[in-house]
């Protein structure tokens, strides 16, 4: 059997297409391709008998650069999964991930899965020594639930960020959040992780440059001793990416970047001595942060540990609804809270060179008075916020019932959607016999030799194993979720979180 892996466009070039011939089409990532990628391997192969599509229609939809909102626009950002999953077309869900700490998908299974749907492999619940040492950095650093054990997730309020737009360009970046994450790295680093074990995930691009360049000041640093220097040079290897280019991949250690803050410089000092209504006129969290897809990704994407680095009181502003999806950022931050896995984070001020020129202007007592204005009217905004919001239901919009559809035949007769179980009955029925037969004169034969026969019939082992293995895995591949972002843990979580 011949088998080929390359990407919806690659499989269809002439050299690949004039030198194999598939039978069955496997399309990973089905939630995230486009319409026009998936034409190509269908209509550049002929004969091919079946199409097994993986993927997950709770994470990243396909890229559309378009900013219109338009018909056009609304077709291209739906897969081809999405909309076999919709049409009712059948499915097949796996029910258990294997991949996060249930600490770690407690909150995206709640938000982005219904109850139940899947859950967490009891090897998820290992304590491993990787998990010991976030759990460690948590308490000691963060005051992450010191009286438990401390926690694999939690939420940095990085309170005084600001997040620009990068010359010449449309993405953001953040100068105080990559102070926050250098600096948990740093911990991390020191409590004995490795820095290939680490990786940063940020929802804009802009904010990559800016990771890289604290790491390389830090690197640098002529004061650090001796013992730091052998730590610190291991940030070098740690790598930072968008979470729309992270999709499909994990790490033991995520640290999450959500960019997105105040607009300007001045909102800490000169919008706080307004009222609070006026000073809460700014908060706006835009489309692209809010995205339910894109925050599953990035929740999901860690097997040991997940830091969150954002803006508690902007993140909490953004639930201007009772929309489950839209709000996940928000609930976010009230399911850190309710779990006691925040920690405000008041030491990186922004760091931009006109914010630094701009502070050191305005002497230190009125900088003070300034901040601690700020701090009273945050804190207030966020108590009020969040007793709004604890115990507000945010129900899933109810879906409209889709008729199944009804399948054209080759003779253009329409009927009604196949049954899947009596179909890969009769596609692996006569195999699975043939490989019990097989496996039946196998355990024969073995018996006849331990009773010293000597006219005995011998069988294929490796036809036997092989079969053994068909068998076992045949019919499980239809339209389907293979991966997903988030789970309901299971219950008796054995380790502190």
Same mark, same amino acid.
């Given at each position: 059997m011949d088998a080929i892996f390359a990407t919806c466009v690659n499989c269809g070039s002439d050299w690949i297409v004039d030198n194999f011939r598939l039978d069955v089409q496997c399309v990973d990532q089905c939630g995230q391709v486009t319409m026009p990628r998936l034409c190509v391997p269908l209509t550049a192969y002929t004969g091919w008998k079946g199409l097994l599509m993986f993927g997950d229609t709770k994470q990243l939809e396909p890229t559309v650069l378009s900013t219109g909102l338009n018909e056009v626009v609304g077709n291209a950002k739906t897969s081809p999964l999405g909309l076999l999953v919709d049409k009712k077309f059948p499915q097949t869900k796996p029910n258990m991930q294997y991949r996060s700490d249930p600490a770690i998908t407690q909150f995206p299974a709640a938000q982005f899965y219904e109850e139940g749907e899947l859950v967490n492999h009891p090897s998820t619940e290992l304590n491993s020594e990787t998990k010991q040492k976030v759990r460690q950095v948590s308490m000691k650093h963060y005051d992450i639930k010191p009286k438990t054990g401390g926690s694999v997730y939690f939420f940095v309020d990085v309170a005084y960020g600001v997040a620009r737009v990068v010359p010449n360009g449309t993405s953001l970046q953040n100068y105080a959040n990559a102070d926050a994450i250098v600096t948990a790295i740093r911990r991390l680093l020191k409590k004995g992780i490795k820095a290939d074990q680490i990786s940063i995930l940020t929802l804009y691009k802009g904010q990559i440059p800016i990771l890289y360049t604290k790491i390389r000041e830090?690197?640098?640093?002529?004061?650090?001793?001796?013992?730091?220097?052998?730590?610190?040079?291991?940030?070098?290897?740690i790598t930072a990416s968008t979470v729309d280019s992270f999709q499909g991949r994990d790490f033991d250690i995520t640290l999450v970047d959500i960019v997105y803050a105040s607009d300007h410089w001045d909102t800490l000092y000169q919008k706080s001595q307004q009222n609070s209504q006026q000073s809460d006129a700014w908060l706006t969290v835009s489309s692209h942060v809010k995205n339910p897809n894109r925050t599953n990704v990035a929740l999901t994407r860690a097997k040991y540990g997940s830091i969150i680095f954002g803006q508690r009181k902007l993140l909490l502003e953004s639930i201007k609804d009772k929309n489950k999806a839209s709000n996940a950022m928000g609930l976010l931050v009230r399911d850190a809270a309710a779990r006691g896995l925040i920690h405000e984070d008041k030491s990186h001020l922004d760091t931009h060179p006109e914010a630094v020129k701009i502070r050191a202007a305005i002497p230190a007592k009125v900088l003070e008075q300034q901040l601690k204005h700020a701090d009273a009217l945050r804190y207030g905004f966020i108590k009020d916020k969040l007793g709004k919001v604890?115990?507000?239901?945010?129900?899933?919009?109810?879906?409209?019932?889709?008729?199944?559809?009804?399948?054209?035949?080759a003779t253009g007769h329409q009927t009604s959607i196949i049954n899947m179980d009596e179909t890969l009955d009769a596609m692996y029925g006569p195999l699975?016999? !043939?490989? !019990?037969?097989?496996?039946?004169e196998k355990a024969a034969n073995t018996q006849m030799k331990d009773a010293g026969a000597t006219d005995s019939m011998t069988i294929d082992t490796e036809m036997g194993d092989a079969g053994g293995q068909s068998g076992s895995g045949g019919g499980s591949g239809v339209a389907g979720s293979s991966e997903v972002g988030g789970w309901k843990p299971t219950a008796g979580t054995k380790i502190p979180w």
């Open positions: 830090t690197t640098a640093d002529p004061t650090a001793s001796e013992e730091e220097r052998t730590w610190v040079a291991e940030m070098q290897e604890r115990n507000q239901k945010f129900p899933v919009p109810a879906q409209e019932e889709v008729e199944a559809p009804r399948i054209p035949t699975d016999a !043939d490989l !019990d037969w097989a496996a039946d």
